[in-house]
């Protein structure tokens, strides 16, 4: 079932927006080298529990994974991308970190994902992380009323392409409001003038995330964690947008964007 939100339904989804913004904005500012993943994980759950908010990846069990998840944010390293189970790991120089961080409050949720390089970055990782913010604002560019579901995943695969990057359809956007994952699954792949119409009010969280040389992917033994295939780094960026009668509005843009 796919709700339509009013504008004040949509203004309570961007308050969460905003706090998402937040703890990801401190999340860049605070992954460093020498800084372990449980110390941010344990710093964003302080944040959470002073906003009064509820993070919706605690206790979170779907069938794909070794539930019930038991941390409050995901944070993959290099070649994973997904899920990626905080644990007791020293960030070092070069590495590629991806934060995934979804929350709500007072019954409403906003979901985003961001991907930065820890101290000395390299050009081929630098590349990876702008082709998937590229084909975020290209995404979130024709989410608008009147198009289609498939306009969004073809402006995803279309980035891709032109960066070379292969592109998997395991795992991808979705509906979300009330709870993190509502109905509608937003391929990263598709074609132009596909799927559902979209029409204002309809809120999602679009998610491209890339592999650098293929579309395969395998879990870690912790159940979650999700890596390229063949060990390649990977990038992964999200806001939740809402269908509005005119321009696409952001509910997760961080000040630096």
């Given at each position: 079932?796919?709700?339509l939100?009013?504008?004040?339904e949509?203004?309570?989804?961007h308050v969460?927006?905003?706090?998402?913004?937040?703890?990801?904005s401190?999340?860049?500012?605070?992954?460093?080298?020498g800084?372990n993943?449980?110390?941010?994980e344990?710093h964003v759950?302080?944040?959470?529990?002073?906003?009064?908010?509820?993070?919706?990846?605690?206790?979170?069990a779907?069938?794909?994974?070794?539930?019930?998840f038991?941390?409050?944010i995901?944070?993959s390293?290099?070649d994973?991308?997904?899920?990626?189970?905080?644990h007791?790991?020293?960030?070092?120089?070069?590495?590629?970190?991806?934060?995934?961080?979804?929350?709500?409050?007072d019954?409403w949720?906003a979901d985003?994902?961001?991907?930065?390089?820890v101290?000395?970055?390299?050009?081929?990782?630098l590349?990876i992380?702008?082709a998937?913010?590229?084909?975020?604002?290209?995404a979130i560019?024709?989410?608008?009323?009147?198009n289609r579901?498939?306009?969004?995943?073809a402006?995803?695969?279309a980035?891709?392409?032109?960066?070379g990057?292969?592109?998997?359809?395991?795992?991808?956007?979705?509906?979300?409001?009330?709870t993190?994952?509502e109905?509608?699954h937003?391929?990263?792949?598709?074609?132009?003038?596909?799927?559902?119409?979209l029409?204002?009010?309809?809120?999602?969280?679009?998610?491209?995330w890339?592999?650098?040389t293929?579309?395969r992917?395998?879990?870690?033994?912790d159940?979650?964690?999700?890596r390229?295939?063949?060990g390649?780094?990977t990038?992964?960026?999200?806001?939740?947008?809402?269908?509005?009668?005119?321009?696409?509005?952001?509910?997760t843009?961080?000040e630096?964007?």
């Open positions: 079932m796919i709700e939100k009013t504008p004040a949509v203004e309570r989804m969460a927006g905003r706090f998402v913004a937040e703890v990801l401190e999340v860049g500012r605070l992954a460093d080298v800084v993943l449980l110390d941010l344990h759950r302080g944040m959470i529990a002073r906003r009064g908010a509820e993070s919706c990846y605690w206790d979170y779907p069938s794909f994974g070794r539930g019930p038991r941390n409050v995901c944070l390293v290099n994973a991308v997904l899920h990626g189970l905080p007791d790991y020293t960030l070092r120089d070069g590495d590629v970190l991806s934060a995934d961080l979804a929350v709500g409050i019954g949720v985003s994902a961001r991907t930065i390089v101290g000395t970055p390299a050009e081929e990782d590349r992380i702008r998937t913010e590229e084909a975020l604002e290209a560019e024709v989410a608008r009323p009147g579901l498939g306009d969004i995943s402006a995803i695969w980035v891709a392409r032109d960066h990057y292969p592109v998997n359809t395991e795992f991808g956007g979705h509906g979300i409001g009330r993190m994952h109905d509608l937003v391929s990263n792949k598709g074609r132009a003038g596909r799927g559902l119409v029409r204002p009010g309809l809120t999602l969280a679009l998610e491209p890339f592999t650098r293929t579309d992917i395998v879990y870690d033994d159940g979650w964690t999700i390229s295939a063949d390649s780094r990038a992964h960026s999200e806001h939740t947008i809402a269908i509005t009668d005119d321009v696409p509005l952001v509910l843009r961080r630096s964007e």
